[in-house]
Each structure stands twice: as structure tokens, then as C-alpha cells.
């Protein structure tokens, strides 16, 4: 029977063992976790159907590892997972980089051809198993970053899931998903936290929050320690649109010191026009 074997039983974890079993994909799905909390979280809620300690041991039952942890340890699991297997079998993973890892395997015994890297485009600042859901990825973006020694059966079979899972595909390589993102979610995530830290310099002004606050800064509530991981392992990327941003910022600010009010409303518009092309294409 087909068996997957999840490293990492959180939020994203635990989703895509929820959707490739409603997509029956998987018969078995194994979960491996240093955190041992996390992983009795997962298999409490039926996520996992067996929680295995050995990480050799669940590797020799898979047909396939999904390696879903932050992604400065990304690197070393695939390496560890790729030199377990007896056969090779797909490995794929969810992190939200992909440069740095496939320079630190090509670095050090070379790309695995099983490994194709993935990225879905979705989540939720809630964490761990209890928050997962088994239609996280449905009609959202996975962004996959094909290596240029990428095995094409395993490549082929890995979108093939996402794409039982409700998913749509999105191929480019990894160069360019990392500049991507940088911008439209990293550089997010680094304005919502520092605005609700400076925001929460005094607790006084919370009830002058609005809904709108409250829908900017939701992913302040995502997890700190995660995106240390994804902020540092991606910073040139993310000092570029944070330099971008920056000289965006010093330009209103000059609009408003010269009291241009023509110029402001264009830039404004331009925000707002971009804001509808967006949604249009989302289908929102």
C-alpha cells in the first residue's frame, strides 16, 4: 500500500497528509517529528496513522517523503532522507526558499534527482496540527522549482499530487521564486510584525485599531522563530524589496512635506490599480 512518511507534523504538514488522504493518494501516512508533542498532536487528530521515532525506519516504508520544516534544516534532512533509501523515491518538500538549499545539497554530495522542490502558496498564521485542514491547498498557487538534474518521473508524479489536492502548478526556477517571493510575502511578514511592534510600543492605542488593522497585521501572528529561518536564509532578496520599499515610503513622505496632493492621489491610484489587476487574475 502506498505510504508517506511527513518530517514535520505541523500546520503544512499535517494539511497535505489531510488532503492526499481525501484525495487517496496515500494508503499510510507515517509522521516524523523531533517535537514530540507535535507529532502526538498530528496522530491525536488523524493527520498521521503512526507516529516513528527512527527517521531510517520510516524512510525504509515510504514511497514518498515529504519534508515540511523550516527551511534552514531543509538541506540537511533531504540529504539524510536521499542516502536512506534503498530505492529512490520522490521527495519533495514546502519551504519557502529554495536557492539556499539546492546550493547547500549541491555543495555537499550534490542535488538528489528525487528531490523536487515545492512551495505552496498558502498557510495560516495559526500553527501546529490542530490548525490544519485537509483543503489548505485547494485552488492555491504551488510553485515548483525543478532542478536542472531533476528526475522527470519524480517531478511528474509530485505535481500530479498537488494537483489531486485541489492545487494549481506554477514552474519556474528557484532564482527567481526566491526574488519573487522576497517581495509579495516576505517583505510582507517583516512590515506587519515591525508595524503591530511599533503599533504595540503603547497598548493604549489598541482601541484605535480598526478591522483594517486587524486584516494588515494578521500575519504578524505567524510564527517568529519560522521566519527567522525564511528571512535570513532569503535576506538579499529581502534587503532588495525592503530597499524598494523604502524608497517608496521616502517618496510619500516628501509628497506629503511638499503638500502635493496631485501627486499623492497618483500614487495612491497606482496602489489601488495594481490592488484590482491583482484581484481580477485571482479570481477575487
Not at 529512490?88 to 546550493?103: E, S
Not at 510582507?188 to 510584525?193: D, E, G, I, L, Q
Request: hydrophobic share 50%; net charge negative.
Amino acid at each position: 500500500m502506498p505510504t508517506l512518511l511527513v518530517i514535520g507534523t505541523g500546520l503544512m504538514g499535517a494539511s497535505f497528509a489531510m488532503a492526499a488522504r481525501r484525495a487517496n493518494i496515500f494508503d499510510v501516512v507515517l509522521g516524523c517529528d523531533r517535537d514530540a508533542r507535535a507529532a502526538a498532536a498530528a496522530l491525536e487528530m488523524g493527520a498521521v496513522d503512526e507516529v516513528v521515532s527512527d527517521l531510517g525506519s520510516g524512510v525504509a516504508r515510504a514511497d514518498a517523503v515529504l519534508v515540511a520544516v523550516p527551511t534552514g534544516a531543509i538541506a540537511d534532512l533531504i540529504r539524510a532522507v536521499a542516502a536512506a533509501q534503498s530505492v529512490p523515491r520522490p521527495i519533495f518538500d514546502l519551504g519557502g526558499v529554495k536557492a539556499p538549499i539546492l546550493a547547500a545539497l549541491a555543495a555537499n554530495g550534490g542535488v538528489p534527482p528525487q528531490f523536487v522542490p515545492c512551495h505552496p502558496m498558502a498557510g495560516s498564521e495559526a500553527q501546529g496540527a490542530a490548525a490544519a485542514s485537509d483543503d489548505l491547498f485547494r485552488g492555491r498557487t504551488v510553485i515548483v522549482t525543478p532542478h536542472d538534474g531533476v528526475d522527470p518521473a519524480a517531478a511528474a508524479t509530485v505535481r500530479a499530487w498537488w494537483r489531486r489536492c485541489g492545487a494549481e502548478i506554477v514552474s519556474t526556477d528557484a532564482a527567481r521564486h526566491d526574488a519573487a517571493v522576497g517581495l509579495t510575502s516576505h517583505l510582507p511578514h517583516v512590515v506587519a510584525f515591525e508595524l503591530m511592534a511599533q503599533v504595540g510600543d503603547d497598548d493604549a492605542l489598541f482601541p484605535f485599531a480598526g478591522p483594517g488593522f486587524r486584516d494588515f497585521t494578521r500575519i504578524a501572528g505567524s510564527d517568529p522563530a519560522l521566519w527567522r529561518h525564511v528571512l535570513l536564509d532569503n535576506r538579499a532578496e529581502v534587503i532588495a524589496a525592503l530597499d524598494g520599499l523604502l524608497e517608496r515610503l521616502e517618496r510619500i513622505r516628501r509628497l506629503l512635506a511638499d503638500g502635493d496632493a496631485v501627486a499623492l492621489e497618483a500614487a495612491l491610484q497606482a496602489g489601488r490599480d495594481a490592488r484590482r489587476r491583482y484581484l481580477e487574475r485571482d479570481g477575487g
